[in-house]
């Protein structure tokens, strides 16, 4: 299943990915932001477990922010899994 999610406070502007029937990420690409960190990250995710990613993720934060575009993502991780169940 496709998702898009508009992150808050942080400098990319839209999230797309996909979670396949087993909950596993694919296809991540992130709208503006830090290019080279958001690619790694994407190519990091790739086929791993939604709720491990969260775990991960969750709570990193960016130059001060109390988020991050890596925070952002697992919040859309975390609304893509509500809307599964």
Known sequence: MEFSYIPKGVCARKINFELDSDN?????????????????????VEGHDANEIISILEGNICL??????????????KDALNKNA
Do not use: E, P, R
């Open 24 to 44: 596993k990420i694919h296809n991540v690409s992130f709208m503006g932001g830090c290019n080279g960190n958001l690619k790694a990250i994407s190519k990091l």
């Open 64 to 77: 001060g922010k109390k988020t991050s575009c890596a925070d952002q993502f697992a919040n859309a991780l």
